[in-house]
T-cell receptor, first 115, second 109 residues
Framework: TAGITQAPTSQILAAGRSMTLRCTQDMRHNAMYWYRQDLGLGLRLIHYSNTAGTTGKGEVPDGYSVSRANTDDFPLTLASAVPSQTSVYFC??????????????FGPGTRLTVL | GQNIDQPTEMTATEGAIVQINCTYQTSGFNGLFWYQQHAGEAPTFLSYNVLDGLEEKGRFSSFLSRSKGYSYLLLKELQMKDSASYLCAVSDSNYQLIWGAGTKLIIKP
């Protein structure tokens, strides 16, 4: 089972350009999440989706947008990248998104550098 | 505000025991998770505690005290492959995970 896949693995992007990070899961999980991980900081939630067709804002949503057209895919778009968006981006999924025991499973990450 | 505190880095010897502490202050509490993250890789689930006490799973154990806002991860019989970062995360009132910055564990032979 593939679990969660992310693409690309890494990317260098010029400031001002747009980019979409892709995330696909094959576990039929209802909930999906996008985090960024920066040195010295915990994972920070950007956006989430508890079910197909719905999305919500996390702790650091500015400059990012998401969509959830179906259960499997949850792309993250940077409309106009800035250097502060340089980070490692992790996509995760969980069974329900609204249960205490809900465990999140992570994709391999995308390393993004904005110059 | 919401806060999760963990030591930044710890060093231990192969074969020994190490305890990684986590203290938290969050809006609501629906359980505490520990994840392991090797350098350059994704976090992977280790344990979940929602009731006070110790949960043992092989060489790894996790403890929770809700009244003290405190948890620890105990790793026994350390192996070189245990060198990784250990992330503490609390599920808040909305079932969102609030993450600590992680503890980098260095194992020396």
């Amino acid at each position: 089972t593939a679990g969660i896949t992310q693409a690309p693995t890494s990317q260098i992007l010029a400031a001002g350009r747009s980019m979409t990070l892709r995330c696909t899961q094959d576990m039929r999980h209802n909930a999906m999440y996008w985090y960024r991980q920066d040195l010295g900081l915990g994972l920070r939630l950007i956006h989430y989706s508890n079910t197909a067709g719905t999305t919500g804002k996390g702790e650091v949503p500015d400059g990012y947008s998401v969509s959830r057209a179906n259960t499997d895919d949850f792309p993250l778009t940077l409309a106009s990248a800035v250097p502060s968006q340089t980070s490692v981006y992790f996509c995760a999924s969980s069974d329900s998104g609204n249960s205490p025991t809900d465990t999140q499973y992570f994709g391999p990450g995308t390393r993004l550098t904005v110059l | 505000g919401q806060n999760i505190d963990q030591p930044t880095e710890m060093t231990a010897t192969e074969g020994a025991i190490v305890q990684i502490n986590c203290t938290y202050q969050t809006s609501g509490f629906n359980g505490l998770f520990w994840y392991q993250q090797h350098a350059g890789e994704a976090p992977t689930f280790l344990s979940y505690n929602v009731l006070d006490g110790l949960e043992e799973k092989g060489r790894f154990s996790s403890f929770l005290s809700r009244s003290k806002g405190y948890s620890y991860l105990l790793l026994k019989e350390l192996q070189m492959k245990d060198s990784a970062s250990y992330l503490c995360a609390v599920s808040d009132s909305n079932y969102q995970l609030i993450w600590g910055a992680g503890t980098k564990l260095i194992i020396k032979p």
